[in-house]
């Protein structure tokens, strides 16, 4: 079964300060992974996403996530927050199986990004 | 090229009146996914459609809820007898038939509010 598990319900940091999100995840099959964002009363703005190519993936507006199979870990980092990064950030892992790509959402990150 | 487009987006309903939520998937898409977010939570997957087939419903509640998306026309998701636990943002998420990486592009979403 498909899980995933974000470790950190809320992070607070400083402007031009590093981000960091974490994301676990349990997959029985080789997962996709990907990172979604919902600003306030927004739809869902893709960030970046892993489909079992390189492990190192780049996103827009900065994003970069690793993919570790080790860990079972797919965080988000960004170098230098930036006020327009405060947002709801999502997790999530595909279950690509006959029946389709069902999506497994995380609980969510709440980022607030202090000026 | 438009992207998902949901309406309405914001819905106010009566206990025990009926809500409708339709969802336009982008263009050339022909698979749709609706979606539930309660306050504070993440994205619970409800239901799996294609073109006229249901594919997975396993998330939909096994009563009152129901879907369909017609040959022609957009996506229905339909809940009747609404209650207050109804209340949540309801989205929708279209994917192209050859989408090897399984992203899914998302609606900016309705927001059901049940008096």
């Known amino acids: 079964a498909q899980s995933v598990t974000q470790l950190d319900s809320h992070v607070s940091v400083s402007e031009g300060t590093p981000v960091l999100l974490r994301c676990n995840y349990s997959?029985?099959?080789?997962?996709?992974l990907f990172w979604y964002v919902q600003h306030p009363n927004k739809g869902l703005q893709l960030l970046l996403k892993?489909?079992?190519?390189?492990?190192l993936v780049k996103g827009i507006n900065g994003f970069e996530a690793e993919f570790k199979k080790s860990e079972t870990s797919f965080h988000l980092t960004k170098p230098s927050a930036h006020m327009s990064d405060a947002a709801e950030y999502f997790c999530?892992?595909?279950?690509?199986?006959?029946?389709?790509?069902?999506?497994?959402f995380g609980t969510g990150t709440s980022l607030t990004v202090i000026p | 090229n438009a992207g998902v487009m949901q309406n309405p987006r914001h819905l106010v309903r009566r206990r025990g009146q009926e809500a409708r939520l339709r969802c336009s998937p982008m263009?050339?898409?022909?698979?749709v996914y609706w979606y539930r977010q309660l306050p504070e939570e993440g994205l619970k997957f409800m239901v799996y459609?294609?073109?006229?087939?249901?594919?997975?419903e396993s998330g939909m509640p096994k009563e009152r809820f129901s879907a369909e998306f017609p040959k022609e026309g957009p996506s229905i998701l339909r809940i009747q007898q609404v209650v207050r636990g109804d209340s949540a943002a309801y989205f929708c998420?279209?994917?192209?038939?050859?989408?090897?990486?399984?992203?899914?592009?998302f609606g900016p979403g309705t927001r059901l509010t049940v008096t």
């Open positions: 459609l294609q073109k006229e087939n249901i594919i997975d």
């Open positions: 998420a279209s994917s192209p038939v050859t989408s090897g990486s399984g992203e899914q592009y």
């Open positions: 892993y489909t079992s190519a390189a492990t």
């Open positions: 997959s029985s099959y080789s997962p996709s």
């Open positions: 999530v892992v595909s279950d690509q199986s006959n029946t389709g790509n069902q999506f497994y």
């Open positions: 263009k050339g898409h022909s698979h």
